[in-house]
């Protein structure tokens, strides 16, 4: 049973930077592809990124060319790298992964899942 861990989150200024990781359990994390999605409070669960097995990025239009996703396998690690954060960006920030190898943003197609760690955004 995979298990994640994020971490990284807190309350910044809006335009400021954050860098989330997530921990994996086991090392199929590398066999896994990896995404990133966000709860706002009284909203449902958004797809913000994913990167594949073998490293191909896909990034919600909203955060495209400021949210970056990356992976090291060797650590069994995932990050976002998030920079010039708005205030509408405040939310539980999860981790998940799929067992399988393709790009996907459907949140049903993932299989394990983080317990989320919360971004705060001030205006």
Request: aromatic share 14%; charged share 20%.
């Amino acid at each position: 049973q995979v298990q994640l861990v994020e971490s990284g989150g807190g309350l910044v200024q809006a335009g400021a930077s954050l860098k989330l990781s997530c921990a994996a359990s086991e090392r199929t994390f590398s066999s896994y592809t990896m995404g990133w999605f966000r709860q706002a409070p009284g909203k449902e669960r958004e797809f913000v990124a994913v990167v594949s097995v073998l490293g191909r990025t896909y990034y919600a239009d909203s955060v495209k060319g400021r949210f970056t996703i990356s992976r090291d396998n060797a650590k069994n690690t995932g990050y976002l790298q998030m920079n010039s954060l708005k205030p509408e960006e405040t939310a539980v920030y999860y981790c998940s992964q799929y067992s399988g190898q393709w790009i996907t943003t459907r949140l049903n197609d993932y299989d394990y899942w983080g317990q989320g760690t919360q971004v705060s955004v001030s205006s």
